[in-house]
């Protein structure tokens, strides 16, 4: 029996938590942000491919405190709840410093997962492809609708959202080329 490398697999795991910490880490280090604020902007705003769940954004939290990398403290405004609220300490922002470098150079867009799968739409009969890549094409149009309606003042501050307005229209495309394809071949 040969051995596979799942290699790339850990590489890419380890990469993607790379990527989820230094997000949190740049979302913390310009303001203080209690973790409500923190999932309401991870839930609204385009995350480079990253997504981060609201468990594993406090997970995330936790393991950056716990390496001393945040800092929480509970705040109490009015009759409001208490809540934690986290801001990057002088050794999160060295490391936030260190693996900003470092990602720059890496070619991330090349490894999203959801691209993958599309190496096996052979395998499926040609109108099944199709109907399923019509739902995936919807749903990159109206994320792609979200991405072009955003302010100005929210691109500005936020670059990396053009390029992901970007892939989206390469992505629809793409989609709109291949559909053409699939339903030529369904109808064979």
């Keep these: 029996m040969r051995a596979v490398d799942y290699s790339h697999i850990l590489t890419s795991h380890l990469w993607n938590n790379v990527i989820k910490k230094l ?3 740049g ?9 409500y604020g923190l999932m309401e902007y991870l839930n609204s705003h385009e995350s480079g491919g990253s997504a981060i769940g ?19 403290r509970t705040e109490r405004d009015g009759n409001r709840p208490e809540r934690h ?19 720059l150079a890496e070619d991330a867009t090349a490894d999203q997962p959801g691209i993958a799968v599309l190496n096996y ?3 499926l009969e040609p109108s099944a492809a ?4 019509q739902i995936r094409r919807d749903r990159v149009v109206e994320r792609h609708r979200g991405l072009a309606n ?3 003042d929210v691109r500005d501050l936020h670059p990396a959202l053009d390029l992901s307005l ?13 559909l053409v394809e699939l339903r030529e071949q369904a109808a064979a």
């Excluded at 979302?27 to 973790?35: F, S, V």
């Excluded at 609201?54 to 929480?72: C, F, H, P, Q, W």
């Excluded at 002088?90 to 936030?96: A, I, M, R, T």
């Design 27 to 35: 979302l913390l280090r310009g303001q203080k942000l209690h973790g």
């Design 166 to 178: 970007r892939q989206a229209e390469v992505e629809i495309q793409w989609l709109d080329a291949k």
């Design 130 to 133: 199709a109907a399923q890549l």
């Design 23 to 25: 997000l949190l880490l």
């Design 150 to 152: 955003l302010s100005d």
């Design 54 to 72: 609201k468990s594993n954004a406090y997970r995330l939290l936790r393991v950056l405190e716990t390496d001393g990398l945040i800092r929480s």
């Design 85 to 103: 609220v986290y801001e990057v300490t002088d050794e999160g922002e060295v490391l936030f410093q260190q693996l900003l470098l470092e990602s």
């Design 121 to 123: 739409l052979d395998t």
